[in-house]
Nanobody, 125 residues
Framework: QVQLVESGGGSVQVGGSLRLSCAAS????????MGWYRQAPGKEREGVAR???????KYADSVKGRFTISRDNAQNTLYLQMNSLKAEDTAMYYC???????????????????WGQGTQVTVSS
């Protein structure tokens, strides 16, 4: 079955960096669109970034220029490099998968049928 296991979350000060990882299994990772979403307390889930099998990517305006999504198809691993972190980046971050497809347009929570358990990122001043 599809498994997505996130790691790399933690607590960091404003301006710091973190790198999230997601180990994927149970589907054809290299043929799939992958994404990162987040949910802050009291807020709805929102898209952070998405990457298709050909490497094309999409970012939320709030993270453009600060976050970078990447994938290692040999290791079935997805990454999110987060730099210049802000307090408003504090949230639970989820890895998502849409097997055997490419996705275009806006980041939509309904695009991804599979979600990991999440990893907490806390940014404090």
């Amino acid at each position: 079955q599809v498994q997505l296991v996130e790691s790399g979350g933690g607590s960091v000060q404003v301006g710091g960096s973190l790198r999230l990882s997601c180990a994927a299994s149970g589907f054809q990772y290299r043929l799939s669109s992958m994404g990162w979403y987040r949910q802050a307390p009291g807020k709805e889930r929102e898209g952070v970034a998405r990457i298709n099998k050909d490497g094309t990517s999409k970012y939320a305006d709030s993270v453009k220029g600060r976050f970078t999504i990447s994938r290692d198809n040999a290791q079935n691993t997805l990454y999110l490099q987060m730099n210049s972190l802000k307090a408003e980046d504090t949230a639970m971050y989820y890895c998502t998968a849409a097997p055997n497809t490419d996705l275009y347009g806006q980041l939509d929570v309904d695009d991804f049928p599979y979600w990991g358990q999440g990893t907490q990122v806390t940014v404090s001043s």
